[in-house]
């Protein structure tokens, strides 16, 4: 069965679950549309281009989706980038950033045509040294600003891996001027779950002033980071009072410029977070000495966030909605401490209940594993009123597939 009619449109996901079994992540295309026109509506005054930051969803249908819809794509790996093509991007419509790769990984992007951002000074120098002005060149610049919602995510600060340090730019200016590198952008990421224009603005005057010294650019990059409600109560990034705050001075730096340049964003959290649900099925209800314990098909090998961000995911029991409300530990099936959440108030599970994870669309497939030798989980998109299963559950035979026996 590759999709099915939706016809419970009370409880569209048990019918899914039903269908395809679980683990399974579910995905609302409207939803992502819904997101990727607030940001696009936010930023109308300007040259806007967005790039859908493919390390947080990167099933091949969502990415032909965001890419129908006027995206571009943010690749941060030369698979990232392969895969891009083979969703239909032009290669021009592509920026590949990577971080600590090798020259030959870059030359693959270049043979590839798309958008290069180099942020490492030894790899600018052995760009120049090979391509001198023959290939354009966005710098990824490191603006030593502390912001984003967790250490982990958090990648503009001084103790970064991320970028060329602003403190370096006299460096970088030689390297510049003696190979005749051409510059055409400049490239920020402070980090994810930012909450504040001021940290994008503080981050912004640093590259405007940066960008004296390159006259042939054709836009700025800001990353992205903007934030989403994982709970009630959440603070969110409100993207029309940032879109203000930035228009504004992004129009007066392009007046000082003397040309109006393209704005560039990298969401991703924020393009498909909301549109995800992730099922699991309830296998026991274990009782300890001060603990009840759900235990369900899954585990941090499908879902790690919240064992690696110490994410929160709202946790409800679509079996039984109306059951009375209880106190219970999550938790997965991996022989490791992969507790999903702790402490929840849930309507009460049964054994073989499904259980549904809010907010699942951003970093959960992708990061998913075969830690425990466990399969990974069956994808479904809910696309013009159906559900189409656009990733097969794993086999057996995915695990072996790439062994080699020499042992008998």
């Known amino acids: 069965m590759s ?15 039903h269908a395809f079994g679980t683990p399974v992540y579910i995905y609302i295309a409207d939803t992502i549309l ?3 026109s607030k940001l696009t509506r936010a930023f109308g005054e300007l040259k806007l281009k967005i790039k859908f930051a493919c390390k947080s969803l990167n099933n091949i249908n969502i990415l032909a989706l965001l890419k129908n819809a006027g995206s571009g794509l943010d690749a941060v790996s030369i698979q990232e ?13 592509i920026l590949y950033t990577p971080n600590c790769v090798s020259m030959d990984e870059i030359t693959s992007a270049i043979d590839a045509g798309v958008q290069i951002n180099i942020d490492t000074i030894s790899i600018l120098e052995q760009f120049g040294h090979r391509y001198g002005a023959s290939v354009p060149v966005c710098l990824r610049i490191n603006p030593h600003i502390l912001a984003g919602g967790h250490t982990k995510i958090s990648t503009g600060h001084i103790d ?7 403190y370096q ?27 504040d224009a001021g940290v994008f603005l503080q981050g912004a005057e640093l590259l405007f002033d940066t960008a004296q010294h390159f006259p042939d650019l054709e ?9 989403v409600a994982y709970k009630d109560g959440d603070v969110t990034t409100d993207v029309n009072a940032l879109a203000k705050e930035i228009t504004r001075h992004f129009k007066t730096f392009c007046s000082t410029y003397g040309r109006e340049l393209e704005l560039w964003f990298e969401p991703g959290k924020y393009l498909v977070s909301e549109s995800g649900t992730f099922l699991v099925t309830t296998n026991v209800i274990k009782q300890t000495t001060s603990t009840v314990f759900v235990g369900v098909n899954s585990g941090q090998n499908h879902l790690l966030r919240p064992m690696f961000y110490d994410a929160y995911h709202h946790i409800e029991n679509i079996s039984n909605p109306a059951g009375t409300p209880r106190i219970y530990t999550v938790v997965g099936y991996i022989c490791e401490t992969d507790t999903f959440g702790w402490d929840r108030k849930i309507a009460e599970v049964r054994e073989g209940d499904i259980l549904s994870f809010k907010n699942a669309g951003a970093y959960g497939f992708t990061m998913s594993s075969n830690y425990n030798s466990r399969y990974r989980p069956a994808e479904v998109l809910m696309y013009q009123g159906k559900a189409h299963l656009i990733r097969e559950r794993e086999t057996m035979q995915d695990i072996l597939k790439n062994q080699i026996r020499i042992i008998s």
């Open 160 to 166: 970064s891996k991320f970028g060329i340090s602003i």
């Open 219 to 227: 836009f700025i990059d800001f990353g992205s980071g903007f934030k």
């Open 34 to 36: 819904s997101q990727y």
């Open 3 to 17: 999709s099915i009619q939706l016809k419970n449109t009370e409880q569209p996901l048990l019918e899914i679950a």
């Open 169 to 195: 730019m006299r460096h970088v200016l030689r390297i510049i001027k003696s190979n005749q590198i051409r510059v055409n952008g400049l490239h920020m990421h402070t980090g994810s779950d930012i909450l």
């Open 81 to 93: 980038v392969w895969l891009g093509l083979e969703a239909g991007f032009k290669p021009e419509d």
